[in-house]
C-alpha cells in the first residue's frame, strides 16, 4: 500500500453539518463533522460555558475504551483552543469518522476490537481543527499536531516522524506534540520510556513540524529540504487549505 | 420440522385441515379490561392477544424514543406535535411459545412491530383531533401461533374502537402466503391465506393490513425470499382475508354494542362518554 | 437532544404543490434515482456509496471466532448500522432511534435473511473455528432515501471484500496474513438491493423514486421493496402509513425490478474496473479463475 507523505485535506465536504473537514495523511483518512453551538442536553449542560463533545468512530466495530481515551484527550485539549466562554450552556458536537488506517500486511488484526493507537491523534486532531474551522467555531488560536517516535537503530536513537505501523512496534516511545499558532505547547502524550533527553529532542522537532516560523518562510524561497527527520510544515499546510477554500469561496468575488 | 407439502397436492389440505382459502378460527371480544379506556381479547387460531388501550391523554414522562412515533412519521417531540402521538408497546410472554425465548424489550424486532403498529393505526385514527396527548396501546402476546403481526393489528384496531376514538375505518389484517418455495419456478403453485406458525417457518409469506372494506393496503410486510411473479396472487388473497377479517372483528364490535343496549348498560341515545362499564 | 428541523408549513405545501404538478424540486422524473455512485477504497471492503447528497461508506471485516453453539456449522455474520451525530444531530450516540432501528431491521432483512452471503462457507471446524463477517455502515450525510444508498454499499462492500486465506493441516488452522496469500472473496450467492418508494397525496396517490430529505419529511408513507437482479423478492417493507392502493404496488415491484437490474449491472462494471485497477501487476490469472467460479 502507498502511504502519500504529503497531507491533503478538503473543507466542507458534508452538505448537512455545520462544518467538516476531510483529511487523509500517513494511511489516515478522517471525516469530521462539527455541529454548534448548539443545544445541550441537560447532563452536558455547564452553566458558564459550551460543552466540547468529541465523538471518535472506529471503521469497523464498536468504539471502545481506546476510543474513549482519544476522545477525552482530544475534548480537553479542544476545549482550551475553542472559546467556550462565548457560548454558555450550548453544545460543541465534534464526529470524527475514521475512514482508513494504513494496513499492516504482515499481521492479521483483530478487527472487532478496533484497537487505535497513538499514532491516529494527530489525524484526528488536526482533522478536529480543520472541521472547527470550517464550522466557523471562534477559536483562540488554531493547532497543529505530530506524532514522533523513537527508535533504537544500531545503538543509537533515531527520530521518526510520522512512524508507520512496523516502525511503532520496534520504537522505544511513541510521542504525540500538538502546539498552538502561538507557539505554545498544547498536548503532550507519550508511550514507552524515554529520557528527558530524548523528550527534549523530540520536542524540538515536533515544533519544527508544527511551528514553522512565518518570516522564515516568507524569506528564503522554500528552500527544498532534504532533512528527513523534519516532515511535513503543518502551519503552513493549514493555512495554504484555509487559503485554498476561502478563495474557491470568494471566487464570485 | 419439515413441513409435508406432498400432502397438500395430494388432498388439497394444509398441515391443519384447511384449504387454501380459509382463515383459522378468529375468536374476538371487546372491553375485556374494565380499568382501560378500550381493550380487547383477539384469538386467530392458536395466536392469542390482549390489548389495551388507554387515551387520548395528555402524554406522561418522556419514555425511550422508539416506542412511541406521531402519526407525522418522522415528526418527532412526544406531546409537541399537533397530531396526537400513537405509544405501543408490545409484549410477547414467555411463555406464549414452545421453545420460552427470552425477548428484551430492545429487541428490533419488537421495535419494529411496534413502530409498525402505531404508523398503521395512526393513519386511520384521527389523531389530529387530539394536538398535544398521547394514545397509547399496549400489546400482550399470550400464545402465539403464526401472524402475530396481523393479529396484533386486529386486536389493536378492536381496541380503539372500544376505547371511542374516532377512526376513519377498521384496519383490518391478515397473512397470506405461497405453496412454492421460493427456488421452484412451478406455476401450479396455490396461494395460501392465514398462515400459522409451521407454515410461516417453511413457505413464503406476507401479511397485509387494508384500510375498511377498500382495497388499499395500509400494511406490507414480506420477509421472506419469494418470486416476484407470486406476489399478485399472495396479495389478492391476502387483501381478500383482511375483507373477511374486517367482517368478522365488525360483527364483534356490533353484537357487544347490541348487548350491551339489551343488558340495559346504555339507553338509545345516550353519548358514549356516560356510558357505565359492564 | 437538539431536534430535527422540521419544515415549515410554506415549504410544506411548496414541495407537494409542486408535486401535484408533476414537479420534483430538482427536477427529476417520479422513477428516477439521483446519481448513484460508488467507490472502493485502498482496502479491501471499503466502499463508498454518493445517491445526491446522501452519503454512506461501509466497511467490511472479518475475524475467526467461535461459532454459535446452536449453528456450529454457520459463520457469523452481522450489519452494524449506528447513526451518530454526524448525519444528523438529533441522532445520539448509543441511543437508537427509529430510523436506526428500521434501517438496521431492513438490512438484515435485505441482506442477511435472503441468504445473500452464504454464511456455511465461513464454517472453518466445525462447532469450533468460523469467520466472524460484520460490515459496519456510517452514514456521513444524511439527505434522505439512506436506506437505498446503504444497502448498496452493504452490498458493494462484501462483493469488495477479501478474507485472509486459510487452511488446515493436522487438525492445525492456518491464517495467512495478505503478505503471505493473497486474500479470498466471500461466498456471495445473490446481490439483493432496496428500492424505496415514498407516497404523497391524501390517498397516497402519487408514488416517488427516492426521496431527498425535504420530500421524505412531507411523504404519508414509504414502501421499501429489496430484489435481486433474478426477479426474486427478498422483503417488502411498508410498514405503516396512508394506505396505497394493492395496484400501485404491484405496480411499484415491477418498476423496482427494473431499477435493481440496473444497480445491479452498475455494480457488477464498477467492480470489474476495481479489479483491473488492482491488477495492474498481472496478478489476474489466478484471481479471475476465482471469480470466475
Redesign the interface.
Known amino acids: 500500500?502507498t502511504v502519500s507523505a504529503a497531507p491533503e485535506a478538503a473543507l466542507s465536504v458534508?452538505?448537512?453539518?455545520d462544518g467538516s473537514a476531510k483529511y487523509s495523511h500517513a494511511g489516515y483518512?478522517i471525516?469530521a463533522?462539527v455541529?454548534g453551538p448548539?443545544?445541550a442536553?441537560r447532563r452536558d449542560e455547564h452553566p458558564y460555558e459550551a460543552h466540547v463533545d468529541v465523538?471518535v468512530?472506529p471503521?469497523?466495530?464498536?468504539g471502545g475504551t481506546r476510543e474513549r481515551h482519544l476522545e477525552s484527550v482530544l475534548q480537553s485539549s479542544l476545549t482550551q483552543i475553542i472559546l467556550v466562554k462565548n457560548f454558555p450552556r450550548a453544545?460543541i458536537?465534534i464526529?470524527l469518522?475514521i475512514?482508513?488506517t494504513p494496513?499492516n500486511?504482515?499481521?492479521?488484526t483483530?478487527?472487532?476490537q478496533a484497537s487505535l493507537n497513538f499514532s491516529i491523534m494527530p489525524a484526528l486532531f488536526q482533522t478536529a481543527v480543520l472541521a472547527l474551522l470550517s464550522a466557523a467555531v471562534p477559536m483562540r488560536a488554531t493547532a497543529t499536531a505530530s506524532v514522533v517516535a523513537v527508535v533504537s537503530q544500531d545503538k543509537e536513537k533515531k527520530l521518526i516522524v510520522d512512524p508507520s505501523a512496523r516502525e511503532i512496534e520496534a520504537a522505544q516511545s511513541v510521542h504525540v506534540l500538538a502546539f498552538t499558532s502561538h507557539d505554545e505547547l498544547l498536548l503532550a502524550e507519550s508511550e514507552g520510556d524515554f529520557s528527558v533527553k530524548e523528550w527534549d529532542d523530540v520536542y524540538e522537532t515536533a515544533k519544527k513540524i508544527c511551528c514553522q516560523p512565518e518570516s522564515q518562510k516568507a524569506g528564503i524561497e522554500m528552500v527544498p529540504d532534504d532533512d528527513n527527520a523534519r516532515g511535513p510544515d503543518m502551519r503552513q499546510f493549514l493555512r495554504s487549505t484555509l487559503e485554498e477554500k476561502v478563495a474557491a469561496d470568494l471566487h464570485w468575488k | 420440522m419439515p413441513l409435508d407439502t406432498s400432502a397438500y397436492s395430494l388432498a388439497l389440505l394444509r398441515v391443519d385441515g384447511r384449504r387454501w382459502n380459509e382463515l383459522r378460527r378468529i375468536h374476538a371480544q371487546i372491553r375485556t379490561q374494565a380499568a382501560a379506556d378500550g381493550s380487547s381479547y383477539l384469538e386467530m387460531g392458536h395466536t392469542k392477544v390482549m390489548c389495551v388501550v388507554n387515551g387520548p391523554s395528555e402524554p406522561g414522562p418522556r419514555r425511550?424514543?422508539?416506542g412511541g412515533?406521531s402519526a407525522a412519521?418522522?415528526?418527532?417531540?412526544g406531546g409537541q406535535s399537533k397530531d396526537a402521538e400513537v405509544a405501543v408497546s408490545v409484549v410477547v410472554a414467555g411463555f406464549s411459545s414452545v421453545d420460552r425465548k427470552r425477548r428484551g424489550k430492545?429487541d428490533?424486532?419488537i421495535?419494529?412491530l411496534q413502530?409498525?403498529?402505531?404508523?398503521?393505526?395512526?393513519?386511520s385514527l384521527h389523531t389530529h383531533l387530539f394536538p398535544h396527548s398521547t394514545i397509547s396501546i399496549s400489546l400482550h402476546v399470550l400464545s402465539l401461533d403464526g401472524s402475530l403481526l396481523a393479529a396484533l393489528i386486529n386486536a389493536a384496531t378492536l381496541a380503539c374502537v372500544d376505547a371511542g376514538i374516532p377512526m376513519t375505518d377498521y384496519v383490518a389484517a391478515c397473512t397470506a402466503g405461497s405453496t412454492s418455495t421460493?427456488a421452484a419456478n412451478d406455476e401450479s403453485a396455490d396461494p395460501l391465506l392465514d398462515l400459522n406458525h409451521q407454515e410461516e417457518q417453511e413457505l413464503p409469506g406476507?401479511t397485509v393490513a387494508?384500510?375498511g372494506d377498500?382495497?388499499?393496503?395500509?400494511?406490507?410486510?414480506?420477509?421472506?425470499?419469494?418470486?416476484?411473479?407470486?406476489?399478485?396472487g399472495m396479495?389478492?388473497v391476502g387483501?381478500d382475508g383482511c375483507k373477511q377479517v374486517r367482517g368478522i372483528i365488525d360483527r364483534v364490535v356490533r353484537d357487544k354494542g347490541r348487548r350491551m343496549l339489551q343488558e340495559g348498560t346504555v339507553e338509545k341515545g345516550v353519548g358514549l362518554e356516560d356510558m357505565d362499564l359492564d | 437532544?437538539?431536534?430535527?428541523a422540521?419544515p415549515s408549513l410554506n415549504e410544506r405545501q411548496f414541495v407537494l404543490q409542486a408535486l401535484q404538478e408533476n414537479l420534483r424540486l430538482d427536477s427529476r422524473e417520479a422513477d428516477r434515482y439521483r446519481p448513484l455512485e460508488v467507490t472502493f477504497?485502498?482496502?479491501y471492503g471499503?466502499a463508498k456509496v454518493s445517491l445526491g447528497?446522501t452519503?454512506v461508506?461501509a466497511?467490511?471485516?472479518?475475524?475467526v471466532t467461535v461459532p454459535y453453539a446452536d449453528r456450529p456449522l454457520d459463520g457469523v455474520f452481522q450489519i452494524?448500522t449506528?447513526l451518530?451525530?454526524?448525519?444528523?444531530?438529533?441522532f445520539e450516540?448509543n441511543?437508537?432511534?427509529?430510523?436506526e432501528?428500521?434501517l438496521?431491521?431492513l438490512l438484515?432483512?435485505t441482506v442477511r435473511?435472503?441468504?445473500a452471503l452464504d454464511t456455511e462457507s465461513l464454517c472453518l471446524v466445525a462447532g469450533q473455528k468460523c469467520w466472524?463477517v460484520?460490515v459496519?455502515v456510517?452514514v456521513?450525510?444524511?439527505?434522505g432515501n439512506v436506506i437505498d444508498a446503504s444497502c448498496f454499499a452493504v452490498v458493494a462492500a462484501l462483493r469488495h471484500f477479501r478474507k485472509?486465506d486459510t487452511s488446515i493441516e493436522g487438525g492445525i488452522l492456518t491464517?495467512y496474513?495478505?503478505?503471505e496469500r493473497e486474500p479470498v472473496p466471500l461466498g456471495w450467492l445473490h446481490s439483493p438491493f432496496c428500492v424505496t418508494w415514498s407516497y404523497f397525496g391524501e390517498?397516497?396517490e402519487m408514488a416517488l423514486l427516492d426521496a431527498t430529505r425535504a420530500e421524505?419529511?412531507v411523504?404519508?408513507?414509504s414502501?421499501t421493496i429489496s430484489?435481486n437482479r433474478h426477479?426474486?423478492?427478498?422483503?417488502?417493507?411498508?410498514?405503516?402509513?396512508?394506505?396505497?392502493?394493492?395496484?400501485i404496488?404491484?405496480q411499484c415491484?415491477?418498476i423496482a425490478?427494473t431499477k435493481v437490474k440496473e444497480f445491479s449491472a452498475y455494480l457488477d462494471k464498477k467492480l470489474a474496473e476495481d479489479i483491473k485497477r488492482r491488477d495492474a501487476g498481472g496478478r489476474s490469472a489466478e484471481l479471475t479463475a476465482e471469480n470466475d467460479r
Open positions: 500500500m458534508l452538505p448537512r453539518a483518512t471525516t463533522s455541529n448548539i443545544e442536553q465523538v468512530r471503521a469497523a466495530g464498536v453544545l458536537q464526529v469518522q475512514e482508513s494496513g500486511d504482515y499481521v492479521n483483530k478487527l472487532f | 425511550g424514543g422508539v412515533t412519521g418522522s415528526g418527532g417531540g430492545n428490533k424486532r421495535l419494529e413502530s409498525t403498529i402505531s404508523s398503521a393505526l395512526g393513519a421460493y406476507l387494508t384500510l377498500s382495497d388499499r393496503v395500509a400494511v406490507l410486510v414480506c420477509e421472506s425470499r419469494v418470486q416476484v411473479g407470486r406476489l399478485e396479495l389478492a387483501v | 437532544m437538539p431536534r430535527e422540521e477504497g485502498d482496502e471499503v447528497k452519503r461508506l466497511k467490511a471485516s472479518a475475524e452494524a449506528e451518530s451525530p454526524m448525519a444528523s444531530p438529533s450516540v441511543r437508537p432511534t427509529e430510523t432501528v428500521l438496521s431491521r438484515e432483512k435473511r435472503s441468504g466472524s460484520r459496519d456510517h456521513l450525510s444524511h439527505d485472509p491464517v496474513t495478505p503478505a390517498e397516497g421524505e419529511q411523504r404519508v408513507g414502501c430484489l426477479g426474486e423478492i427478498c422483503q417488502i417493507a411498508k410498514l405503516g402509513g396512508t394506505p396505497v392502493e394493492a395496484v404496488l404491484l415491484t415491477a425490478l
